[in-house]
């Protein structure tokens, strides 16, 4: 049974810095592609960041350009989201998501495994 499982989330201060983790359990996860998506309060789910099996990352929210950064450690079975300089609208539940094809996508329905979010919470 493959799982993932975020971690890292909680309240921050504006312009503070934040490392969520996504750990892949019951498979490699050298073999799949990570996303990271984010559901602020009353909005739908998007993608903001993701990184192929090769480690090319690609930013689909402009807002965290620059200021979000995307990893993979295979060997530790983990993904990370590094986050600087957060503001408020970057609150939200974020979610960790797989695909086996090796290239990203900014389609939600293509991942096929999810985690079950981490809440992040940026206060001004």
């Known amino acids: 049974q493959v799982q993932v499982v975020e971690s890292g989330g909680g309240l921050v201060q504006s312009g503070e810095s934040r490392r969520l983790s996504c750990k892949m359990v019951?498979?490699?996860?050298?073999?799949?592609?990570i996303a990271w998506f984010r559901q602020a309060p009353r909005k739908g789910r998007e993608v903001i960041i993701c990184?192929?099996?090769?480690?090319?990352?690609?930013v689909y929210e402009h807002s965290v350009k620059d200021r979000f950064t995307i990893s993979r450690q295979n060997g530790a079975n983990m993904a990370y989201l590094q986050m600087n300089n957060l503001k408020p609208e970057d609150s939200g539940t974020y979610f960790c998501?797989?695909?086996?094809?090796?290239?990203?996508?900014?389609?939600?329905?293509?991942?096929?495994?999810w985690g079950q979010g981490t809440p992040v919470t940026v206060s001004s």
């Open positions: 990184i192929s099996q090769d480690s090319e990352s690609s």
């Open positions: 998501a797989v695909r086996r094809p090796s290239l990203c996508s900014n389609e939600a329905s293509l991942y096929r495994y």
């Open positions: 019951g498979d490699s996860l050298s073999l799949w592609t």
